[in-house]
């Protein structure tokens, strides 16, 4: 596991505040959304706005591929460290 995948599981359990979850409890490669961790929507928007405020990297909700990237918290690091200034 990647320091980055690492801080994002961090990021998530703090921004969403889900208490009852440690960052050992989150798969890397397992769905964020759906049958995985459970996320919604609504805790998308606020993970995109943690994600921009921290590693100062935009998500746009109109990109074509913003369901990829959203797609596990390995596929959100590897987002975030390839759109990194």
Known sequence: ???????????????????DIGVEDIDSHAPLFNAGL???????????????????????S???D???IFASVASLAQFIESARP
């Open 38 to 60: 459970g996320l919604d929507s609504i805790d998308a928007l606020e993970l995109g706005l943690a994600i921009r405020k921290t590693y100062q990297v935009k998500i746009d």
């Open 1 to 19: 596991m990647s320091n980055m995948e690492t801080e994002l599981k961090r990021l998530i359990i703090d921004t969403l505040a889900l208490e």
């Open 66 to 68: 913003v369901v990829s």
């Open 62 to 64: 109109e990109q074509h």
